[in-house]
């Protein structure tokens, strides 16, 4: 069974935090200069209600299909719609952080050898899962410590040049742009809810909300730190590049492990065929379908930027219906 810290580990995993600090921050602080760490203060408030929900909904219905079973109990095309949202969210995070790890690790290769390289880290980061989710959450306590590290390194490196941040800026549209792109660089922390039943009884909720507070801490100080006398040249670090990576390789077990769980629960209740509710064939379904949607994004140019803006569309609603039912 997870214990306390495991569950928080791999909830915090799921999220990648330095990649999608690195993601979202260059996004905001242009949009309101010194004040995004605030930003992120702000977007953690719809982000923690979501979780309370999340939350209570597992309590009262401890079931690997979180959303979609969930959102059964509002109808059955309520519980479809939120199965086949965080289905199709866990595929396209899948395939676009094996991009990330691919093209940080290796920019110049030519796309036959990125993907195979992409197809590798996914089917690793797959056959883990596979073997124990106790032996991902420990891989992913390396992932985590990784992660800091680089971020200590740049906290050295902006103290070098002197720690002074810009202001704050930009009207409320600006304010409110910024926090909704934050919004999602939360996302991944619900990964604990699909894991209910493997975890111990007080678990989940706290392993939630303690992943959350801890990805605040991670985007507040990046944000901050690229605001600050180093600029954007910060994310180009090679220790910065180094944690982006790990981030990314790191978090594909983590995002794997629910998507696969929830197609089983559907399969299980007939909204999928019945051969994948067996754990191993709902496990290699989501392997086959985010390594072809990896290899489709590095091919075609631009897929990959328009995989995550439909990424944000399906995390919003499945958010949703987790929050309302």
């Given amino acids: 069974m997870l214990t306390l810290r495991q569950g928080t580990t791999l909830a915090l995993s799921s999220a990648a935090p330095l990649y999608s600090a690195a993601v979202t921050a260059p996004l905001v602080v242009p949009l309101v200069g010194g004040g995004a760490p605030i930003v992120y203060a702000l977007a953690m408030i ?193 220790i910065i590049q180094a944690g982006i990576a790990v981030s990314a390789f790191m978090s594909l077990g983590s995002t794997l492990l629910p998507t696969a769980r929830g197609l089983s629960a559907m399969a299980e209740r007939g909204d999928l065929p019945s051969r994948l509710s067996a754990p191993t064939a709902s496990a290699l379904a989501t392997t086959a379908l985010s390594m072809a949607w990896l290899a489709l994004s590095i091919l075609w140019a631009g897929l990959f930027h328009d995989s995550i803006e439909a990424l944000s569309i399906f995390v919003g609603l499945y958010f949703i219906i987790s929050s309302a039912s």
């Avoid at 910024?178 to 999602?184: D, E, I, N, S």
């Avoid at 996302?187 to 909720?205: M, Q």
């Fill in 46 to 238: 719809p982000v923690a209600l979501v979780c309370y929900g999340m939350a209570c909904n597992s309590a009262a219905i401890p079931d690997k299909g979180t959303v979609y079973t969930w959102g059964l109990q509002d109808g059955r095309g309520v519980g479809w719609f939120g199965g086949f949202s965080l289905a199709l969210t866990g595929i396209i995070a899948t395939s676009g952080l094996a991009y990330v790890a691919v093209d940080t690790l290796a920019p110049g290769w030519p796309a036959a050898l990125k993907i195979l390289l992409g197809l590798v880290f996914i089917g690793i980061a797959q056959a883990t899962s596979l073997k124990s989710v106790q032996l991902t959450s420990t891989i992913q306590i390396l992932g985590v410590l990784v992660q800091v590290a680089a971020l200590l390194a740049l906290i050295w490196e902006s103290a070098q040049h002197g720690l002074a941040f810009s202001a704050p800026w930009g009207g409320p549209t600006a304010w409110a742009h910024a926090t909704v792109l934050a919004v999602f660089a939360y996302w991944g922390f619900d990964a604990i809810f699909a894991l209910t039943e493997e975890s111990e009884e007080t678990v989940p909720k706290p392993a939630a909300f303690l992943s959350i507070a801890l990805m605040f801490a991670i985007y507040a100080l990046y944000s901050g730190l690229l605001g600050g006398p180093l600029g954007e040249d910060a994310a180009l670090l090679p």
